[in-house]
């Protein structure tokens, strides 16, 4: 494992760290696009793992978050979830593939990571995509409890706390890093309507490519996932029209766990799932 700065189109610098295959004959190359709030910490030990199995692999912390929030002062960070889709996620994978050349590509989003895909403008460099508790994020097909939790949290605190600090607060209530105003915003828009991101197209998303991805898509999302109902993986997936896409949800107890939620499949304690993960990579089919 090796720290590496990643350079964006506007100048933005991203910190990522590269791990190299413990092989001599490595397998592909995987990108680890992280969830909403996540530093990119939280995948090492995944990226681990999949380097003990042949492949080179990046994690990186979006604008904002972690090592990626450059000492900024986050009240003056101008960013939002299309930044890190247009910007962040293509400039990781030109330093991904520049790290490892001439190797078949698979990028393994989780949730945002997962949502943003269609914002690359370089996403044709991939050949495949492992999209993990990918969905919509609507919060009228959640169960009751979940949704009115949602919108008291979105509706409710999200703005005054923006409002009042000029960012959002989030790990008062240990749901990952706090975020950029722009980022919080968007999120809070872009969960209140059915499709998500296609919320925001023909305004601030003037051109996307959701529609252009024609390469396999394995989606994998917990059934105890509280986000992710399947209502709301549908919806997301439906901006996928041309991708061949492979739909999984998995049991909890199938994997001898008792739970796995929204926010777990990549943590060390769903080792037993990460199998799973492995057979939507490149090489593996």
């Known amino acids: 494992m090796e720290k590496t700065l990643i350079t964006c189109k506007d ?27 996540f530093r990119h910490q939280v995948y090492f030990n995944f990226a681990t793992w999949l380097s003990e199995q042949g492949f080179a692999v990046l994690t990186f912390s979006n604008r904002g978050i972690g ?58 460099r991939i050949d495949r995509y492992v999209l993990i508790a ?40 240990g749901f990952g890093e706090d975020l950029p105003a722009g980022v919080a915003n968007q999120w809070r828009q872009w969960c209140s309507s059915p499709g998500y991101v296609e919320n925001s197209f023909g305004k601030e998303i003037q051109q996307h490519h959701y529609e252009d991805i024609t390469a396999p898509v394995l989606s994998l999302t917990a059934t105890d996932d509280h986000i992710a109902v399947p209502a709301n993986v549908e919806d997301f997936l439906r901006l996928l029209p041309n991708a061949r896409t492979e739909k999984h949800f998995l ?7 008792k739970e796995i939620g929204h926010s777990d499949l990549l943590r060390s304690r769903c080792k037993a799932c990460w199998p799973r993960i492995l057979e939507g990579l490149v090489s593996s089919s």
């Open 11 to 37: 100048g933005y610098r991203l910190t990522g760290h590269f791990f190299r295959p413990a092989t001599e004959s490595p397998r592909g190359v995987v990108l680890v696009s992280p969830a909403t709030g």
């Open 67 to 124: 090592d990626s929030r450059n000492n900024i002062p986050l009240a003056e960070l101008s960013a939002n979830l299309v930044d890190w889709g247009t910007l962040d996620l293509p400039a990781a994978l030109d330093q991904l593939i520049a790290l490892a050349p001439d190797l078949p590509v698979t990028l393994v989003g989780h949730s945002a990571g997962a949502q943003l895909i269609g914002l690359m403008p370089n996403f044709a």
């Open 251 to 257: 049991e909890p107890a199938s994997f001898g766990l």
């Open 134 to 173: 990918a969905s919509s994020g609507h919060f009228n097909n959640m169960k009751p409890k979940t949704r009115l939790a949602a919108k008291l949290l979105f509706h409710g605190w999200q703005p005054v706390s923006v409002a009042v600090k000029g960012y959002w607060p989030t790990k008062l209530i």
